[in-house]
């Protein structure tokens, strides 16, 4: 019983973090790259027009912890509910995406 608890607790340590890039490859790197948070938020990646629609990548973390990717569009020009949540509709600004966080293209 208490492999079978290390083991459930060294899952949940080194993390079951599933890279954005990863859960929804694209072909070109992505037009913005915003870190929106520091100790905890999300991690978007916009394409401001591919394949005629907008398409946002993002993702939720913290220090210990992640949310699975998700994918929002809209159409060319428009919002996503993400922009929409961290202010990008309005002019707010997009924190540069450290190096670790840059997006892979696949």
């Given at each position: 019983?208490?492999?079978?608890?290390?083991?459930l607790l060294l899952g949940l340590v080194?993390?079951?973090?599933?890279?954005?890039?990863?859960?929804?490859p694209m072909s070109t790197p992505p037009d913005r790259q915003c870190h929106m948070g520091?100790?905890?938020?999300?991690?978007?990646?916009?394409w401001e027009c591919t394949g005629g629609q907008k398409v946002v990548?993002?993702?939720?973390?913290?220090?210990?912890?992640?949310?699975?990717p998700e994918k929002q569009t809209a159409?060319?020009?428009a919002f996503t509910p993400l922009e929409a949540q961290y202010h990008l509709d309005t002019g707010a600004a997009c924190p540069s995406m450290p190096s670790s966080g840059q997006w892979q293209v696949k």
């Open positions: 019983m208490t492999r079978l608890a290390l083991l080194c993390g079951c973090c599933r890279q954005a890039w990863n859960a929804f520091s100790v905890h938020g999300h991690d978007l990646y916009v990548i993002g993702r939720y973390s913290a220090e210990m912890s992640c949310g699975s159409a060319c020009g």
